[in-house]
Nanobody, 123 residues
Framework: QVQLEESGGGSVQTGGSLELSCVAN????????MGWFRQAPGSEREGIVG???????EYAHFAEGRFTISENSARSTITLHMNNLKPEDTGTYYC?????????????????WGQGTQVTVSP
């Protein structure tokens, strides 16, 4: 059974930083590729970052240079480090798991989604 539990998020001002963590159960962590998506109010969901089975990391263009993902395999955890946040980064952020590699375009959405955590960036 797939389990994804997110934590972190919150409210920051422009230029601030936040960290989002996602703890998966062992089955999920070993069986699927993991990453992060987000959805801004009134917008479609979009992929942020995905980690392939060989450890290759793919970032969406908007995330490059500002967002970084790290893994703790011993704890089946991935963490999204977000810096220099902008108001357009506001939205609900989802930890995802799915077939490898994850499709960040959204055409083939990941199979499994966490409950989501809110990120709000004020001007």
């Amino acid at each position: 059974q797939v389990q994804l539990e997110e934590s972190g998020g919150g409210s920051v001002q422009t230029g601030g930083s936040l960290e989002l963590s996602c703890v998966a159960n062992r089955y999920t962590y070993r069986s699927y590729c993991m990453g992060w998506f987000r959805q801004a109010p009134g917008s479609e969901r979009e992929g942020i970052v995905g980690v392939d089975s060989d450890g290759t990391i793919e970032y969406a263009h908007f995330a490059e240079g500002r967002f970084t993902i790290s893994e703790n395999s011993a704890r089946s955890t991935i963490t999204l480090h977000m810096n220099n946040l902008k108001p357009e980064d506001t939205g609900t952020y989802y930890c995802v798991a799915g077939s490898c590699p994850l499709d960040l375009s959204g055409e083939y959405p990941p199979n499994y989604w966490g409950q989501g955590t809110q990120v709000t960036v004020s001007p």
